[in-house]
């Protein structure tokens, strides 16, 4: 069965910079969307940006639209989410989704059928 692994978490300052990355174990993303979402103590999980493998649509939370990029290395059968300008209102756990959602459903959490563990962002002030 499918399984995502991500990287890339830690502890950093207001202004730094990280790179998450997601692959999966045992199939590809071949066919599928894949979305970051990312949930703080207390609150909801929230839409981070989505991509579909075989195409060049992204989608992108506007609290995070011109800091965070998502992209994919088909070579290497991982997508990674580019972190800059980090602010402590960033910090929460990270987790990859993969999924085939229609477009109008594409930031929503629900519709995702494999996940990843998480990796921790801490972003301090």
């Known amino acids: 069965q499918v399984q995502l692994v991500e990287s890339g978490g830690g502890l950093v300052q207001t202004g730094d910079s990280l790179r998450l990355s997601c692959t999966p174990s045992?199939?590809?993303?071949?066919?599928?969307?894949v979305a970051w979402f990312r949930q703080a103590p207390g609150k909801e999980r929230e839409f981070v940006a989505a991509?579909?493998?075989?195409?060049?649509?992204?989608h992108y939370a506007d609290s995070v639209k011109g800091r965070f990029t998502i992209s994919r290395d088909k070579s290497k059968n991982t997508v990674t989410l580019q972190m800059n300008s980090l602010k402590p209102e960033d910090t929460g756990t990270y987790y990859c989704?993969?999924?085939?959602?229609?477009?109008?459903?594409?930031?929503?959490?629900?519709?995702?059928?494999?996940w990843g563990q998480g990796t921790q962002v801490a972003v301090s002030t």
């Open positions: 989704a993969s999924g085939q959602p229609i477009l109008s459903a594409i930031r929503s959490s629900s519709i995702y059928r494999y």
């Open positions: 045992g199939s590809t993303f071949n066919g599928y969307t």
């Open positions: 991509s579909r493998w075989s195409g060049s649509t992204t």
